[in-house]
């Protein structure tokens, strides 16, 4: 079974510090997703990406987070500085979207822990 | 108003029972829906779509209605691995952005 594929799965690190989280899309999916869950939010839209290109990063707070999308096969999300309210975990989730009716897979998720 | 909404639960049923789950949307142009499953610390995965029709996959019947914008989920014969958060999806037509529920929390006991 084809999966979206997410790396690290988890990270601990120290406030202050640079993240990047990495996420392989299903081949041949055309939008990329990025989502943080909490207790307190449940599942948030961080952004998401069309064809690689950017559609939407509203959800995401932008003086810190960045996200791309270098090739088909690679999307990235970038916190900097990273903050302790940023702990969560992000999933990326891909799909095709042509008609609307197709729904997203999720990775497995990066487990982000900022101290 | 939230663009969907959910009954958080939790639901506490005895295995074997019949469970219903409702979750309402706002935006009436919304064009697909679905429901997931998410395991505690896991990613959430796909349970079913929901067609205009109607549709049922074993014990799992999803149905939609559009006039009451609703959608849900029925499970029967509940069984102890059902235990889990289900979330439904509205995505809204046109620019297929979809939207997520918080969840509703299960719990299937012995």
């Known amino acids: 079974d084809a999966r979206v594929t997410q790396t690290p799965r988890h990270k601990v690190t120290e406030m202050g510090q640079e993240v990047t989280m990495r996420c392989q899309p299903i081949l041949g999916h055309n939008t990329v997703f990025w989502y943080r869950q909490t207790m307190m939010q449940g599942l948030e839209l961080l952004a998401y990406f069309r064809n690689r290109a950017p559609l939407d990063d509203s959800g995401m707070p932008k003086d810190r987070f960045s996200a791309e999308m270098p090739d088909a096969t690679l999307a990235t999300l970038k916190i900097q500085p990273s903050e302790p309210r940023d702990s969560a975990v992000y999933f990326c989730?891909?799909?095709?979207?042509?008609?609307?009716?197709?729904?997203?897979?999720f990775g497995d998720g990066t487990r982000l822990s900022i101290l | 108003r939230k663009e969907v909404e959910q009954d958080p639960g939790p639901f506490n049923v005895p295995e074997g029972a019949t469970v219903a789950f409702n979750c309402t949307y706002s935006?009436?142009?919304?064009?697909?829906f679905f429901w997931y499953r998410q395991d505690c610390r896991k990613e959430p995965k796909l349970l079913m779509s929901?067609?205009?029709s109607g549709n049922e996959d074993g014990r799992f019947t999803a149905q939609l209605n559009r006039a009451s914008q609703y959608i849900s989920l029925l499970i029967r014969d509940s069984k102890l691995s059902d235990s889990a958060t289900y979330l439904c999806v509205v995505v809204s037509g046109g620019s297929y952005i979809p939207t997520f529920g918080r969840g509703t929390s299960l719990i299937v006991h012995p």
């Open positions: 989730a891909s799909g095709f979207y042509g008609g609307g009716d197709q729904p997203q897979h």
């Open positions: 929901v067609y205009s």
């Open positions: 935006n009436s142009a919304s064009q697909s």
